[in-house]
């Protein structure tokens, strides 16, 4: 796999059940699969000896980004190599303006766009706009990824600004000789944003996990809800049928995640939704499969891309939900001095976490703990997806930053806890693996140690009885909780 961040760190875990290896193409030994995979290829993904080196002795390349430039990918298949996805399909992972144009002619729902070169942005946009209104939107072709390279312009007044902006962007590594390319659009009457996702083997078999709804603050990822709440069925069969058709039309080989905006039904967009964009690897949006489906997308990208049979995507659970963990100040390690007094360490806040909810599936990626970056992610599983969003939501706070937004205290769980560790349990208890952890953890508390009992055995019980009785004690903890979280933060 080239790229050696957590795509390639979590295919490599789906890779050793299937007795598979993964070898791993990683820019330095502390990248996210370099510090798990046992084979580790050092070098740049623009490094046509690396990428060689790489591919020898493999049985197919495949990728845990995009940024691989297409020559190179064309020089690994005439040197013998197989290649998934390809260069011909990737292409339009790349390229936005590429996919937009392939899309269109597809007939696939893609908002108005118009194609321009950096240099002419000011006269372009405002060509654009007098055609079709303010705002517009306005994306750099390659190279941009949570939401760096997307402009949205309310007025020709932005447009200075942003011709300043482009000059400085570095160039896309797939085009890096090519004078950049820009694609302006029309904002899109955005209701929410979904996903669909699924993967295709060469030959020919694909199989879709459910359309999810992808929750975005800032252009970044938080949330994922599987299935999409409350999407009408006809929706969802759309925008399942047209991803499988984009898989096919474009002959991708592996997971493909198809990007989709929800918007009113109308005359442009009879189906009532709209294609954003493509990844062709596994995606963020399928984070959730690992704990809420039967076959994961690692291991759907793996089937795919070695032409095995694939897995079925049924869901193990009625609702998954995914929160991303993105890293709050400090590094997170105990003691650090750039915590906060009193926050505790990465490891703390997974024993903290997994007695609160011992249904959480945690996952981290062993990155280095950087204010906003994603260093992890947790899945919940079972019925009430208003629950499980506020525990998905609680969970990754609380593992990104060491503070939990409610004020909960392991030691003082009844007021805060009781909603929230009873819940937990109620939760888990409409799936028995849940209630069936909890006790576990009840069962050995006695032998592993007072704290872990404490937590493990009594957060859940105690804080419903403590609850029932009027929560005494509970007073003090939450308050004076709160007050070192506004410390904190
Ligand atoms: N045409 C559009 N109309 C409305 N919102 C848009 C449009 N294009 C992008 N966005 C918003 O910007 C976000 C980032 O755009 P996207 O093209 O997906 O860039 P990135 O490659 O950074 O993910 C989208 O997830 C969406 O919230
Ligand atoms: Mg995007």
């Known amino acids: 796999m080239v790229g050696g961040g957590q795509l390639a760190r979590m295919t490599h875990q789906a890779a050793i059940a299937l007795g598979q290896s993964l070898r791993v193409l990683a820019t330095s030994p502390d990248e996210s699969a370099a510090l798990v995979a046992a084979d580790v290829e050092l070098g740049e993904h623009t490094d046509r000896a690396a990428l060689l080196r790489l591919a020898t002795g493999c049985d197919v390349v495949t990728f845990d980004h995009e940024h691989v430039p297409g020559p190179l990918l064309r020089e690994l298949i ?24 392939r899309l269109q002619q597809l007939g696939a729902p893609v908002p108005t766009f118009q194609i321009c070169a950096a240099a002419d942005v000011e006269s372009a946009a405002i060509g654009f706009a007098g055609e079709h209104g303010w705002p517009v939107v306005v994306k750099t072709a ?40 820009l694609v302006i659009e029309q904002l899109v009457p955005m209701q929410r944003e979904l996903a669909a996702v699924l993967a295709r083997s060469p030959f020919g078999q694909a199989a879709a996990w459910p359309v999810v709804e992808t929750v975005q603050q800032q252009g970044i990822c938080v949330q994922v809800v599987a299935p999409a709440p409350e999407l009408d069925e006809d929706r969802a069969l759309a925008a399942t049928r047209l991803a499988l058709r984009i898989a096919h039309e474009l ?19 009879p189906d009532g939704i709209v294609v954003n964009e493509l990844a062709m690897r596994p995606h963020n949006s399928g984070h959730w499969s690992m704990d809420g489906a039967v076959t994961g997308q690692f291991e759907q990208h793996l089937r795919a891309v070695l032409d095995y049979p694939l897995g079925s995507t049924a869901m193990t659970a009625p609702v998954t939900v995914m929160g991303n963990v993105l890293a709050g100040p400090g590094d997170g390690a105990a003691g650090n001095a750039g915590n906060a007094p009193g926050v505790p360490g990465v490891d703390e806040r997974v024993h903290h976490l997994s007695a609160r909810f011992p249904q959480l599936k945690i996952h981290l990626y062993g990155k280095e703990f950087r204010p906003g970056r994603k260093v ?35 030691e003082h769980p009844s007021s805060d806890g009781a909603g929230a560790a009873g819940a937990g349990a109620g939760t888990g208890g409409a799936d028995v693996a849940g209630s069936g952890a909890a006790g576990a953890g009840a069962a050995d508390a006695g032998g592993a140690g007072r704290a872990v009992g404490s937590v493990a055995s009594d957060g859940p ?11 005494g004690p509970a007073g003090a903890g939450p308050a004076q909780r709160r007050a070192e979280t506004e410390r904190v933060q």
């Not at 312009?153 to 950049?180: I, K, M, S």
């Not at 493909?256 to 005359?267: D, G, M, N, R, T």
């Open 78 to 101: 005439a040197a013998g190599h197989t290649v998934h996805p390809g260069p011909d399909a990737l292409r339009f992972a790349q390229d936005k303006a590429a996919m937009r144009q």
């Open 142 to 181: 390659s190279g941009g990824y949570d939401g760096k390279g997307v402009w949205v312009l309310d007025g020709p007044a932005a447009l200075a600004e942003l011709a300043g902006e482009l000059v400085g962007l570095p160039p896309a590594d797939t085009a890096p000789d090519v004078p950049r390319q």
């Open 251 to 269: 002959g991708v080989v592996g997971v493909l995640a198809v990007e989709l905006f929800q918007v009113p039904v109308s005359e442009q967009y």
């Open 376 to 410: 992890g992610h947790v899945n919940v599983s079972g019925t009430d997806t208003a629950e499980l969003r506020r525990i998905a939501e609680l969970a990754a706070a609380y593992l990104g930053t060491g503070v939990w937004p409610d004020g909960w205290s392991p």
């Open 461 to 471: 019980d105690a804080s419903d009885a403590a609850g029932r009785a009027g929560g």
